[in-house]
Nanobody, 120 residues
Framework: VQLQASGGGLVQPGGSLRLSCAAS????????IGWFRQAPGKERKGVSC????????YWGDSVKGRFAISRDNAKKKVYLQMNSLRPEDTAVYYC??????????????WGQGTLVTVSS
């Protein structure tokens, strides 16, 4: 299982970024895929998750209405569109496989993350 997140960078508050997650070495269709983030000195926190049936679940109240998750199984990619970014969104973002979407399901595997910095 290999997952590679990309698309991070420096953005001003109120700006947007689209993160991509490229999957390889397994059949993406069978897994829920989610994003979690980790800010410096803070614990890992789930951001969003999309089930294998393309239902979507948002874990963090702070991202509802601002972030959107989608997947393209044919391209073996999952995306996280982030709008109206805030300084508190600054973190390293990781994509991960999950048994299912929900707070009781920890990430199973993940790869290298991508850094998102929101600052003026």
């Amino acid at each position: 299982v290999q997952l590679q997140a990309s698309g991070g960078g420096l953005v001003q508050p109120g700006g947007s970024l689209r993160l991509s997650c490229a999957a390889s070495g397994f059949t993406l269709d069978y897994y829920a895929i989610g994003w979690f983030r980790q800010a410096p000195g803070k614990e890992r926190k789930g951001v969003s998750c999309i089930s294998s049936s393309e239902g979507s679940t948002y874990w963090g109240d702070s991202v509802k209405g601002r972030f959107a998750i989608s997947r393209d199984n044919a391209k073996k990619k999952v995306y996280l569109q982030m709008n109206s970014l805030r300084p508190e969104d600054t973190a390293v973002y990781y994509c991960a496989t999950y048994a299912a979407c929900g707070l009781n399901f920890p990430p199973l595997s993940w790869g290298q993350g991508t850094l998102v910095t929101v600052s003026s």
